[in-house]
């Protein structure tokens, strides 16, 4: 069963462009599913493997109080996983076809106030220490481009641009697909003194390509900048559930509360598909009926 799983990770790695995080998240779906067939004594083999096992999989699933969307997700990287032992002529038939999707309700992303935002980006200039340049960098450009926190932890010197009149960073974001984001002023500035003043001081190899590196001087983690923000939302008295991706929702939602057109936003996430940007349409939307409320004279 492992060679089989091996060799589709490996086809999602080399054919499809798949990062890394997803993959070690199929790996980790699978292989929940092969415990679970082996613990029921049906961990013979893949081609061994109905359409019933799968939902009662799907049921184990639910009665354990996994989420929707955990579910929905599980069942995705099934399906992509049975798909590919089909088309590879491992299987004769696929016991996934018209096995009914986990219905997920539509989640609103959370988003934090612009003076939340400031409020946050305010932390890290409470010290001059290198690690709160960094940190004060890393929050700025977060907030200004609306990249995702992998994308941050990847950026290498090269991708950033802070000379002339157009300062951007170049981002690999899903599927390999390169974007260039355009930032603004004070991201340039934070970027700039990280770069003067602190990272030289970080760095302990000359020849580091990181942008952002630890107290090692290697590059900094994901897990690293989330517990990061963690500590500087808690200063900040800011809600429990503020992550990396609460600064991303917050950027879409702003930009378009400030008249950025959706086709420009959905850009700059670095979205395929603009019905994924339309989400944050809902809540931009709040906020003008907001405005509508107060200031139409008829307005109860």
């Known amino acids: ?101 986990p219905r997920v309700g539509k989640m609103l992303p959370k988003a934090i106030t612009p003076n939340e935002v400031d409020e946050l980006l305010e932390q890290p200039c409470k010290r001059a220490t290198p690690e709160a340049k960094r940190d004060r960098a890393m929050l700025e450009l977060l907030y200004a481009t609306g990249m995702r926190v992998t994308e941050l932890v990847s950026l290498d010197l090269a991708n950033v641009n802070v000379d002339g009149r157009n300062p951007s960073v170049r981002c690999t974001g899903k599927g390999a697909k390169e974007r260039i984001i355009p930032i603004h002023e004070q991201a340039t500035e934070a970027l700039v003194e990280y770069l003067t003043e602190a990272r030289p001081l970080m760095v302990r190899n000359k020849n580091e390509k990181a942008l952002f590196v630890n107290r090692r001087g290697e590059r900094l983690t994901r897990q690293g900048f989330w517990l990061i923000l963690k500590g500087y939302a808690k200063a900040a008295n800011l809600r429990d559930d503020v992550t990396p991706h609460t600064l991303r929702h917050s950027f879409a939602t702003h930009m378009l509360r400030g008249g950025m057109p959706l086709r420009h936003v959905q850009e700059m996430l670095g979205h395929a598909n603009i019905s994924t940007t339309q989400i944050y349409t809902h809540l931009a939307t709040e906020h003008v009926r907001e405005v509508y409320e107060k200031a139409h004279p008829r307005a109860v």
């Open 1 to 101: 069963m492992e060679n089989h799983l091996s060799s589709f990770l490996d086809f999602l790695s080399a054919e499809k462009g798949a990062s890394s995080n997803t993959i070690a998240a199929y790996r980790n779906d699978l292989e929940q599913l092969a415990d679970y067939l082996k613990a029921s004594g049906n961990g013979k083999g893949w081609e061994k493997v109905d359409r019933m096992l799968i939902q009662d999989f799907i049921l184990n699933l639910k009665q354990r109080k996994y989420a929707e969307t955990t579910v929905a997700r599980k069942v995705a990287a099934i399906r992509s996983f049975f798909a590919f032992l089909s088309a590879e002529g491992i299987l004769a038939d696929n016991p996934t076809e018209g096995l009914a999707s």
